[in-house]
């Protein structure tokens, strides 16, 4: 992997952050199994989506490059009001950059993966559309 391709993906990611995400891919949560089943193998529109993706000092849970899409699988923790604040402060980093978040609960995805499908299918579609009239396409 060239070092343009690092920085790019990974937004520069250090080593101790890949070797978490290791850890989290060998340790997914089951809403995380039921997701992926559905994402991998480019299942969805033929994108290629990376489980637990290192991004600067973040580790999504699935991140989709060429549409600069992440999905997070939120489980209770993230109703705390400090895992909020941060949450929304890691999302307006990585909005900086120009990716997407869009978050589901453990609960959406384990009661309505179907409908969880087709919002993620639409998300992808408008991706798709906006980053082909960017300007900075290609760049």
């Known amino acids: 992997m060239a070092i343009s391709d690092n920085v790019s993906m990974f937004y520069s990611a ?4 890949f070797e978490k995400a290791k850890a989290l891919r060998n340790n ?8 992926w089943e559905h994402l991998k193998g480019k299942k969805m529109l033929g994108l290629r989506f990376r489980p637990q ?30 895992q909020k604040e941060y949450d929304i402060e890691r999302t307006a980093e990585l ?23 087709k919002e993620i299918e639409q998300i992808c579609i408008k991706r798709q559309s906006e980053i082909s009239q960017s300007p900075l396409q290609g760049i």
Request: a negative charge; aromatic letters at 8%.
């Open 14 to 17: 250090k080593p101790h952050i």
């Open 28 to 35: 997914m949560t089951s809403s995380e199994l039921k997701l």
């Open 53 to 82: 993706h290192p991004i600067d000092i973040f580790i999504a849970d699935f991140y989709c490059h060429p549409i600069k899409l992440v999905i997070e699988i939120d489980g209770g923790i993230h109703q705390t009001i400090e």
């Open 95 to 117: 909005n900086n950059w120009g990716i997407e978040v869009v978050r589901y609960t453990n609960n959406c995805v384990e009661n309505n993966i179907e409908q969880v499908i």
